[in-house]
């Protein structure tokens, strides 16, 4: 999905619909205070959302939520609050309420394609006259089957989506490379994916998975790039090695002088632990000292 905390302007939020204007002659409520854009507003210019109850001003729920269609590529439109406990989600009429109809119509549209493009029993006849959604029956030992559309009575395969043909067998899938496409899916959770430059090192802002804009391989667990050191992405990271390492160098040198201090300076707490104790009962002593005088003097 989208960032969850977009930037808001003021003058948005003044002239956003559903906000109240200043001078009008009703009471005002107590006031809200609003995560997005970070100032308190009346309770009558706030919404609640109703799978986590957490508030915010009408006008930065209605940016958000656009923001999120046009970005999201039909992803659930989650809490804009990162911190959010129960991790809420807008529902459908509340999504409707905070954008306009075509936007919602456009959503609607893309969630559905998502949700066919990441159910498994579900597939878009690939007859581009037809486009029709067909149902996958399950096979055995994860091997593609035939699928028959019921709209154009094309049959092709669940796995290349090419024609069924007897003792078919589905093409190797060629890494791409060379492909120019400034759109592709996420591997992990099938969002789609703009890039039109910078670092071919890619985190998906849907699911947080890091992979390869080129051939789409897993990427979370190379910290150092070492992907693009050899194989068909080599050389391909698309800007300075020199820069990205040395981010990583001073990650790693963090990590290591504070272990460092660590295993330094604990000898020394313990070597001054009694000296800390004493001075931490002296005060002690001497108050009993006191009060052991005021005895004998009573």
Known sequence: MASRS??????????????PEAGTDSQPGPEVFCKLCLSEQPSAATRELQSCNCNFCTACLQQYVQLAIMEGGGAPITCPDMACQKSGVLLDSEIASLAAADQVELYQRVKFERGVKLDPSKAWCPVLECQAVCKVQPSTEGQPTAVPCL??????????????????TCPERQPMIHSDMPIKQCPMCGIYIERNQGC???LCKSCKHTFCWYCLQNLDGDIFLRHYDKGPCRNKLGHSRASVMWNRTQVVGILVGVSIIVLV??????????CILCCVCKPCREQKRKKKKKELNT
Request: hydrophobic content about 30%; charged content about 10%.
């Open 6 to 19: 977009p930037s808001l302007s003021q003058e948005a939020r003044d002239s956003a619909p559903g906000t």
């Open 151 to 168: 709209t154009c009575h094309t049959v092709f395969c669940s796995g290349c989506r090419g024609p069924w043909q007897d003792s078919h």
């Open 200 to 202: 071919a090192q890619m």
């Open 265 to 274: 300076t604990s000898p020394l707490l313990l070597l001054a632990s009694p």
